[in-house]
C-alpha cells in the first residue's frame, strides 16, 4: 500500500518506487506519474536521456486533494469530486473548474497537444462529454441509456465505445454531420480500441472471455481470464489478480473477414500487425481472385514468393487484354502454393488440359497426368513420354530410360545414356536403323563407339555421312599418327587437323623442336609459345629453376628463327625478346645451382663456383632483369661464399641487403651466426679476387656498378659455364665488307706452314728442315730427342728491297698505333645508343691470327658471329655448337661425359652431329 509499481508492457521492463505512506490514488501520463497520499501529491517525471526506465521526483503538491478520480496530464492534474472537476498545476495552484450536470463515473486522457489534452468523461446520467483543458466549457458529445461504467475513444477520434450499467456495448461514429449508433454487443465490461488501426475493437465480459470485433462484422469470442485495460497491435493486455498480462492473439478472423468482404486496404493493414503465412496467402488468393493485382503482388513480396510475383506481373496485362484466362493464373498460383489438385481442377475448367498434365509430369505424378491426357493428342504422349525417361534416369533406372528415349525419338539422349553406361551392343544394334540424314545422330553414335574402343565401327558410321574430318580426329584421339599422316596426305584441307594436335602430343614428349616444325606445318606457330609459356610458369610454380631455364632457352630459340621470316620493322623487336629470354634463360640457370645449395643438403659446385655463380646473378639481377624468385637465397650464399673467399667488403654490402628481404625461419640462425662472425671481418676483399679486364687490363671492383662489364673500357666480361669465371677472351668485331663466312676463311691464312722432310733421320738423331712463310725461306725447326727448335735463320740472304718491302706494313701499322687491334681507348668500345662496340679489324689481321687463339660463337641468321681472341691460348676455350655457352675444354668433356649433353641447352654430341 506504499509503494508504486510501474510496468512497460512494450518492453517488459518495470520499475517500483517507495512513497512511504498510503496510497490513495494513482495517475499515470506518456512520460509522467502522479501518486496521491493523504496530505500530498507526489510528481513523478520519466528520465528521457537515459535508456533505462526510471522516474524521477519532480513536483511535490503540499495540499489535501479530496477526490474520487484522478487524471494526469502532461502539464496538469485533474481531480474528479462529485460533478465538479477541478484543474491544477504540478505547483498545487487551481487553473480551471468546470461543473458537470451529474456525478462522474469514468473519465480518462484520450490526447492532444501538451498543456491542452482532451478529457473524456462518462456521467451517471448516461451523458458522455468531452472535456478541452483550455476551455471552459464541456461538450456534450451524446448519451446512452444508463450510467457509462466505461469508454474509449479510438486513436482517429472518429468513434467511441461506450458500457453503461446494463453491460451493453455501444459503438458510435463521432461524425459532425450524422452522430449515429453503428452497432452495440451485450455483455461488455471494459472496452479498448487498438491503438494502431483504428476500426478493430476489443472488450472482455463478465463470463472470462475476450470478443474482437472489426467494424461492422461478427464478433469473434476467445476465452480469456481477467479482463481487458488495453490493445495495441496483436497484443492484449489484461488484468486479473492486481496483475497485468500481455496476451498474443491471432488477427486471422478480421484479416478473412475484410479480404471476403473485398476490403483488401483494410485487411492488408491488418495483416501487417501481425498474421501466420496461411492468412497471408488467403489474402493473396481472394486478391487475385478479384483481379487485384497490387494487392496481390504486395502480399506475395510480403511472402518473399517471388515467383509468384513474377507470374502475377508476366500475365495481368494479358488478362486484361483478355489474352490469358483469369483461371489460369490462378491454377498456377495455386500449383506454386502445393493445392495441385484444385490448379488442375482450375485448367480444366478454362480448356487448359496440357497444363494439368505438364504440372503432374514435373511432379513425377504420370498416373494423374494420364488422366488429363486427350486421346488424339500424340505430341502430349512423347512429351509425357520423355518426362518418364528423365525420372527413370533420376532413379537410376537407366536401360529403361534409354529405350523410353528411343520410343520418344530422343536418339541423342539415349546415345549419351548408352555411351555413359558402356552399352555397346545397344550402339552397334543402333547405328545401321540409324538414316544416312540423321547426321547428329550417326555423329553422336559414332564418337560413342570410338571412346568404346570400337574404331571400325565408328569410322563407318562416319563415312556414311562424309564426316572425314571427324574420323580424321578419331585417329589423332587413337594417337595413330600413320594413319592420320595419310589422311592428311590425301586430304590436303584438313592438314591443320593433323598437325595441331600432334604438335601437342610432342610437345608433351619434350620434343620441342619436333612440334615447332608440326606447328608450322599446322599454320599454328603462336601455339608453340603457349605451350612453353605454359610450361614455363609451371615450372616456376613447382620452383623447377633449371627447367625454367630450359623452357627461356627454346622461346630465345623460337624467337631467333621467326625473326628470319618477319620484316625488318618487326624483326628488332623480336630480336629483343630472343635477348630477354636468353639472359633469363641464364639467370635462372644460375639461380638452380643456388637455390640447390640452400635447399639441398649436398652440392656439387665449390665454394669458388659458388662465389662466382652468386656474383655474376647478383650483377644480372642489378643491371638487366629482375626475377620473381625469392632474393634471399641468393644474397646469403654471396654473403657466405664471399666471406669464405675472403671477400669481406662484398659479404658486409650483401648482408646489409639482406636486412630489406623475408628471411626464411630455418635459416635465421644460421644468418645471424652468418652476421655475428662478419662484423670481426676486416672491410676489404682479397685482391687476388678482384677481376681483370683482358682488354684493358683493369682491376675491376667485385660490386660492379655497371654489372658484368670493365668499369674502364665497357667491355663485358666472358664467363666460363658452368662455373662462370672470367674467360680469358676479347670480342672484336669485323670491318665493313667483310662477312662471317670469309673472316673464317681468312683467320690463320698467312701462319707460317710446316712442310714434311724429305728424309726421315736417323733415330736419336738431330734433323732441321726449313719453314716456308710467303716467298722467303727464313725460319729453320731443329729436332732432336729432347727439343724442338724453331728459329729464324741470320743467313737469309734476301734483298735489302725485299726486306724493306716486308717491314713497310708493320712500320705503317705501328706509327698508326695499331700494332695491337684489341687494345684502344675504351671511348672507341662505347656508345650512349648502341652500348659496347668491340674493335674492328681487317683481313690483314684476321690472317695473322693463329685460329688457336680465336673462339667462334655461329649465330644463326639474321644474328652475326662473335669472335673472340683467347689472351691465354694455353687455356683453351670451347663453344657448345647449340647453345654457344662458352666452357673450359676440360669442363665441356666432363659435362658431356657426365651428364651426355651440354647442361644450358641439354643437347648432347649425337644430336649437334646430327644438326651439323
Not at 60 to 65: A, D, F
Not at 875 to 887: D, I, Q
Request: some cysteine; glycine content about 4%.
Amino acid at each position: 500500500m506504499t509503494d508504486v509499481k510501474v510496468q512497460n508492457l512494450d518492453e517488459g521492463v518495470q520499475v517500483v518506487m517507495k512513497c512511504r505512506d498510503l496510497i490513495k490514488k494513482v495517475a499515470i501520463s506518456k512520460n509522467g506519474l502522479a501518486v496521491q497520499l493523504p496530505e500530498k501529491v507526489l510528481i513523478y517525471q520519466r528520465e528521457e536521456r537515459t535508456d533505462e526506465f526510471k522516474f524521477r521526483l519532480a513536483e511535490l503538491v503540499n495540499q489535501r486533494l479530496d477526490c474520487s478520480l484522478l487524471v494526469m496530464c502532461s502539464e496538469h492534474l485533474v481531480i474528479c469530486q462529485d460533478k465538479k472537476l477541478q484543474c491544477f498545476t504540478f505547483n498545487g495552484i487551481r487553473v480551471k473548474e468546470w461543473q458537470l450536470t451529474s456525478n462522474i463515473r469514468y473519465i480518462r486522457s484520450v490526447g492532444g497537444t501538451e498543456g491542452m489534452e482532451v478529457l473524456l468523461a462518462g456521467l451517471k446520467d448516461g451523458q458522455v462529454v468531452k472535456i478541452f483543458l483550455d476551455n471552459l466549457f464541456p461538450v456534450n458529445l451524446l448519451k446512452v441509456p444508463q450510467s457509462v461504467r466505461c469508454l474509449d475513444l479510438n486513436h482517429s477520434h472518429t468513434k467511441i465505445a461506450i458500457i453503461d450499467d446494463s453491460l451493453t456495448l455501444y459503438v458510435y461514429s463521432l461524425d459532425l454531420k450524422n452522430q449515429e449508433l453503428l452497432f452495440q454487443e451485450p455483455n461488455a465490461v471494459t472496452v479498448f480500441w487498438n491503438t494502431v488501426y483504428d476500426d478493430l475493437l476489443s472488450f472482455s465480459s463478465m463470463q472470462g472471455q475476450l470478443s474482437l470485433k472489426a467494424n461492422g462484422f461478427k464478433t469473434y469470442v476467445q476465452k480469456m481470464a481477467g479482463f481487458v485495460v488495453g490493445f495495441s497491435g496483436t497484443r492484449i493486455f489484461a488484468m486479473q489478480n492486481s496483475t497485468v498480462q500481455t496476451i498474443d492473439i491471432s488477427l486471422s478472423t478480421p484479416v478473412k473477414q475484410y479480404a471476403d468482404a473485398g476490403k483488401f486496404l483494410e485487411a492488408y493493414r491488418i495483416a501487417c500487425l501481425g498474421v501466420g503465412e496461411r492468412d497471408w496467402l488467403h489474402l493473396g488468393n481472394v486478391a487475385l481472385k478479384n483481379l487485384q493485382f497490387e494487392m496481390a503482388k504486395k502480399v506475395f513480396s510480403k511472402l518473399n514468393r517471388i515467383e509468384i510475383v513474377r507470374l502475377i506481373k508476366q500475365n495481368e496485362k494479358k488478362i486484361s487484354a483478355n489474352i490469358v484466362k483469369p483461371g489460369i493464373l490462378m491454377g498456377e498460383v495455386l500449383a506454386y502454393q502445393g493445392a495441385y489438385a484444385e490448379a488442375a481442377k482450375l485448367f480444366k475448367e478454362n480448356k487448359e488440359e496440357h497444363r494439368a498434365v505438364a504440372m503432374y509430369a514435373d511432379l513425377r505424378m504420370f498416373e494423374l497426368a494420364q488422366e488429363f491426357l486427350s486421346s488424339t493428342n500424340s505430341k502430349e504422349k512423347t512429351e509425357l513420354m520423355k518426362k518418364k525417361a528423365d525420372w527413370a534416369v533420376k532413379i537410376n533406372e537407366f536401360r529403361v530410360a534409354a529405350e523410353m528415349y528411343l520410343v520418344a525419338g530422343e536418339k541423342l539422349k539415349a546415345i549419351d545414356l548408352m555411351e555413359k553406361n558402356g552399352w555397346t551392343d545397344m550402339l552397334l544394334e543402333l547405328g545401321p536403323k540409324l538414316g544416312s540424314g540423321e547426321t547428329d545422330e550417326l555423329s553422336a553414335c559414332a564418337e560413342a563407339l570410338v571412346k568404346l574402343g570400337q574404331v571400325s565401327a565408328a569410322a563407318e558410321l562416319f563415312r556414311r555421312f562424309g564426316a572425314m574430318d571427324k574420323v580424321l580426329k578419331m585417329y589423332v584421339s587413337s594417337k595413330d599418327w600413320e594413319e592420320v599422316f595419310l589422311m592428311a596426305k590425301k586430304y590436303p584441307e584438313y592438314k591443320e587437323l593433323a598437325y595441331l594436335p600432334y604438335a601437342q602430343w610432342l610437345a608433351e614428349q619434350d620434343r620441342f623442336a619436333d612440334a615447332q616444325k608440326a606447328f608450322h606445318e599446322a599454320g599454328r606457330p603462336e601455339e608453340a609459345f603457349k605451350v612453353l609459356f605454359t610450361l614455363r610458369d609451371n615450372a616456376l610454380t613447382e620452383i623447377r629453376y633449371q627447367d625454367v631455364s630450359y623452357y627461356h632457352w627454346i622461346l630465345s630459340s623460337q624467337y631467333l628463327d621467326i625473326s628470319n621470316t618477319v620484316d625488318l620493322t618487326e624483326q628488332r623487336g623480336i630480336l629483343e625478346e630472343f635477348e630477354m629470354h636468353y639472359k633469363k634463360a641464364v639467370m635462372y640457370f644460375c639461380y638452380h645451382s643456388i637455390y640447390t645449395y640452400i635447399d639441398q643438403p649436398f652440392t656439387p659446385y665449390m665454394t669458388e663456383s659458388l662465389f662466382n655463380i652468386s656474383r655474376f646473378l647478383m650483377l644480372e639481377l642489378i643491371t638487366e632483369y629482375d626475377l620473381p624468385v625469392p632474393k634471399f637465397h641468393l644474397l646469403y650464399t654471396l654473403a657466405k661464399q664471399a666471406r669464405s673467399m675472403e671477400a669481406y667488403k662484398l659479404s658486409r654490402y650483401t648482408i646489409d641487403r639482406i636486412h630489406g628481404v623475408r628471411v626464411p625461419e630455418s635459416l635465421e640462425g644460421n644468418l645471424e651466426s652468418l652476421i655475428a662472425q662478419a662484423k670481426a671481418d676486416p672491410i676489404h676483399d682479397n685482391p687476388e679476387l678482384l677481376p681483370l679486364c683482358y682488354r684493358c687490363s683493369t682491376t675491376n671492383p667485385l660490386l660492379n656498378p655497371r654489372g658484368n662489364r670493365c668499369l674502364n673500357c665497357f667491355h663485358p666480361f666472358v664467363y666460363a659455364f658452368p662455373t662462370f669465371e672470367v674467360l680469358p677472351l676479347i670480342e672484336f668485331g669485323l670491318e665493313e665488307g667483310i662477312s662471317d663466312e670469309e673472316a673464317m676463311s681468312l683467320i690463320g691464312s698467312r701462319l707460317p706452314v710446316t712442310q714434311p722432310p724429305r728424309n726421315e733421320s736417323a733415330p736419336g738423331r738431330s734433323r732441321t728442315r726449313t719453314i716456308r712463310s710467303g716467298e722467303s725461306d727464313r725460319w729453320k725447326e731443329r729436332k732432336d730427342e729432347t727439343v724442338d727448335i724453331l728459329q729464324l735463320d741470320d743467313s737469309y740472304e734476301g734483298t735489302d728491297d725485299e726486306v724493306e718491302d716486308e717491314m713497310e706494313p708493320m712500320r705503317m701499322r705501328i706509327d698508326d698505333g695499331e700494332m695491337d687491334p684489341f687494345t684502344g681507348k675504351p671511348t672507341e668500345l662505347y656508345d650512349e645508343t648502341k652500348g659496347f662496340i668491340p674493335s674492328r679489324i681487317g683481313r690483314d689481321t684476321l690472317r695473322s691470327l693463329d685460329p688457336r687463339e680465336v673462339v667462334i660463337s655461329k649465330w644463326p641468321k639474321p644474328l652475326r658471329f662473335k669472335f673472340y681472341k683467347n689472351c691465354i691460348p694455353e687455356a683453351p676455350v670451347v663453344a657448345c655448337p647449340t647453345c654457344w655457352m662458352l666452357f673450359h675444354a676440360d669442363d665441356f668433356i666432363v659435362q658431356m661425359l657426365s651428364k651426355g649433353c651440354c647442361p644450358f641447352c641439354r643437347i648432347g654430341q649425337k644430336e649437334n652431329n646430327e644438326s651439323d
